[in-house]
């Protein structure tokens, strides 16, 4: 089975600081990891995927994440915020057998001027 | 180049109606699912199915039902709505036998309202 846990339901982050949003999975096979983006009233897009090719994914609008077997983490990263990057936050995974995507409960990303 | 439709966007129902939220994907996907959104609760899984004729329960399937007759429909019916089931729905699709690493597609979101 698996689940993630996403810490922190709001990050507040000033315009130009570095982004951090936190996942934690748990998964009895080897994990496929996703990071989706919500902005307000639409669907999700996805950001980046993590299927074992590389530890370090690098995703769209400039932002990345780690996969840390170790710590079973998948944190989501970005250098400088935007404020165009307010929006909600969700991390997934997926078992290597297909089939369900889980969710983590998202974290809503707000960006202060 | 369509990708995941929903319909409707938004609709209201009065408690015991019954409606179904359709999804239609043109990607050839054999992987189609449904999640409700609420918040403080991220995305739910309702059900799911891995192709025509197979389908499977969620976390949160009870007051639902689907069924899959072709590769690419996927409807959701709400048998007997009630205020609880008053939630955003989104259909979602992805290939499913080649790679677990596949993108999974979201459909735009069916916000439901249940008075």
């Known amino acids: 089975a698996q689940s993630v846990t996403q810490l922190g339901s709001h990050v507040s982050v000033s315009e130009g600081a570095l982004v951090l949003l936190r996942c934690n999975y748990s998964s009895s096979v080897p994990p496929y990891l996703f990071w989706y983006v919500q902005y307000p009233n639409q669907g999700l897009q996805l950001l980046l995927k993590?299927?074992?090719?590389?530890?370090l994914v690098k995703g769209i609008n400039g932002f990345e994440a780690e996969f840390k077997k170790s710590e079973t983490s998948f944190h989501l990263t970005k250098p400088s915020a935007h404020m165009s990057d307010a929006a909600e936050y969700f991390c997934a995974v997926r078992g290597n057998q297909g089939g369900k995507l889980i969710f983590g409960q998202g974290t809503e990303l707000s960006v202060k001027p | 180049n369509a990708g995941v439709t929903q319909t409707p966007k938004f609709q209201v129902l009065k408690t015991g109606q019954s409606m179904t939220l359709q999804c239609a994907q043109d990607m050839n996907h054999e992987y189609m699912s449904w999640y409700r959104q609420d918040p403080g609760m991220g995305l739910r899984l309702i059900h799911y199915s891995v192709g025509a004729g197979i389908t499977d329960q969620g976390e949160v399937p009870n007051g639902y039902n689907v069924s899959r007759s072709t590769t690419e429909d996927f409807p959701l019916r709400l048998l007997s709505a009630a205020p609880s089931q008053t939630s955003v729905y989104f259909c979602?699709?992805?290939?499913?036998?080649?790679?677990?690493?596949?993108?999974?597609?979201f459909g735009e979101g069916s916000w439901l309202t249940v008075v």
């Open positions: 993590y299927t074992s090719a590389a530890t």
């Open positions: 979602a699709s992805s290939y499913y036998r080649q790679s677990s690493g596949n993108t999974i597609y």
